[in-house]
């Protein structure tokens, strides 16, 4: 059996590194990869990494990068991100011509960890990991080699640090999350991994309440920086992007997404809670290590939908959720089986379908594209309906993961509560 799940593996990291190979063998393969969103204007490779970079050598000479327009990036523009990476990046005396290394460096970390990760065990598994990894989305993080696959190698640790169960291991894991907060703000969503199997309720409570603070204090620190950056915060448009309410734009009802966000919202909130509440409704308990990481995964994708208009690459998170849901299909549970495929199923109709529309029209040695707007709207709603249900879905998984960490919560509340009232009484 080892020999044969090793077969699999093999063969996953092989194809994968071989696609990778032959996509950077040549800048035109891109377009093929990620269509349009490949721009040789913002700088091949690793766009994303030079221009942070870029701002960071600016800020090493004198430049007021939120104020003053920068000579050190292709574009000149002022910048439009939290300058917590890129003030790290300068203290370290980083420059653009260290994009290369940096972009290879990350990229690596990035794939091993993915290949740590994603074990198949038969040729489905290792069909749908193919699938999932080698995506337009998951590749174009590599591309872009941005703040998003900095956090991704630094806090796919957060989960083996908390399933030691030691307090240092804890310890550890929340000061990861707090360092990788200011990057980008959304790794703060990863703190609902404390909400796993907490040895107690007073425990919780201490994450919990330190994180709070830390969120707050945070802000009030770049209060100043958010207010700058906020009207240069690229929206993604309704491709390549996921969110909210990009499903209800493609109806051309703008003014009223925000009703539709909420009846969606509602109905996954009621779901939700159906599945906490109902006895029948539950699984086995898998290794926490398995849903720790589903935990993250879903966590992080969750608030970045909820936040809507995130670029694709953000989908990348979608990997750490695989490895539980692998064990859900291959389980004899009915439920956790029938959710798990919903899962797969969505998660592959919100990551290819966009990129198959544009891998039709693409005229790369010109660099041109003809859009057909009409065609294109039915791949929009069928991608955006299927991020609603690939994060209504996961959401219903992770209430089932915690169904009985949180149950254990009330129950140790309760039995606080109860022991104050005692004390109260006799003091009386």
């Not at 000579?71 to 420059?95: Q, R, W």
Request: charged share 15%; with cysteine.
């Amino acid at each position: 059996m080892k020999h044969t799940v090793s077969i699999f593996r093999l063969v996953f990291i092989t194809t994968t590194l071989a696609v990778l190979a032959l996509i950077y063998s040549s800048h035109e393969h891109w377009y093929y990869v990620i269509g349009p969103l490949h721009n040789m204007d913002l700088g091949y490779p690793f766009a994303d990494m030079q221009a942070r970079l870029g701002i960071a050598e600016a800020i090493n000479h004198g430049i007021d990068v939120n104020h003053e327009h920068n000579p050190f990036t292709p574009s000149g523009a002022l910048n439009n991100k939290p300058l917590y990476t890129v003030t790290i990046m300068a203290l370290l005396s980083l420059k653009t011509s260290d994009s290369l290394i940096l972009g290879i460096l990350f990229g690596t970390i990035y794939c091993l960890w993915a290949f740590w990760l994603l074990r198949p065990t038969n040729w489905i598994e290792t069909l749908i990991s193919l699938a999932i990894f080698l995506s337009p989305p998951s590749l174009l993080l590599i591309e872009r080699s941005n703040d998003d696959i900095i956090i991704f190698a630094f806090i796919m640790a957060v989960p083996l640090l908390l399933e030691t169960g030691r307090l240092r291991g804890r310890v550890l894991g929340w000061i990861v999350i707090s360092l990788l907060t200011p990057m980008k703000y959304y790794p703060a969503a990863a703190y609902a991994l404390f909400l796993h199997r907490p040895k107690s309720l007073k425990e919780l409570l201490g994450y919990t309440g330190a994180s709070i603070a830390f969120v707050l204090g945070m802000l009030w620190l770049i209060r100043d920086e958010l207010t700058t950056l906020t009207d240069r915060i690229p929206s993604p448009s309704i491709n390549y992007s996921f969110g909210k309410t990009l499903l209800f734009e493609c109806f051309n009802s703008l003014e009223s997404t925000n009703i539709f966000f909420l009846v969606g919202a509602l109905i996954i909130v009621l779901l939700g809670y159906l599945f906490l509440i109902h006895p029948k409704l539950q699984v086995k308990e898998a290794q926490p290590r398995e849903e720790l990481y589903f935990l993250l995964g879903s966590a992080l994708l969750s608030f970045c939908f909820l936040l809507s208009g995130n670029w694709d690459y953000r989908l990348a998170f979608v990997i750490p959720t695989l490895p539980l849901t692998f064990l859900f299909l291959n389980g004899g549970e009915r439920l956790p089986k029938m959710l798990a495929l919903t899962y797969i199923v969505s998660l592959l109709l919100t990551l290819w379908p966009e990129y198959i529309y544009f891998f039709n029209i693409i005229e790369p040695k010109e660099d041109t594209w003809i859009l057909n707007y009409d065609h294109y709207y039915i791949v929009a709603v069928l991608k955006h309906s299927a991020s609603w249900i690939m994060i209504g879905s996961n959401i219903l998984i992770a209430c089932l993961i915690l169904k009985s960490s949180l149950f254990k919560l009330m129950h140790d509340g309760l039995l606080i509560f109860k022991r104050d009232q005692e004390t109260h009484a006799k003091t009386l």
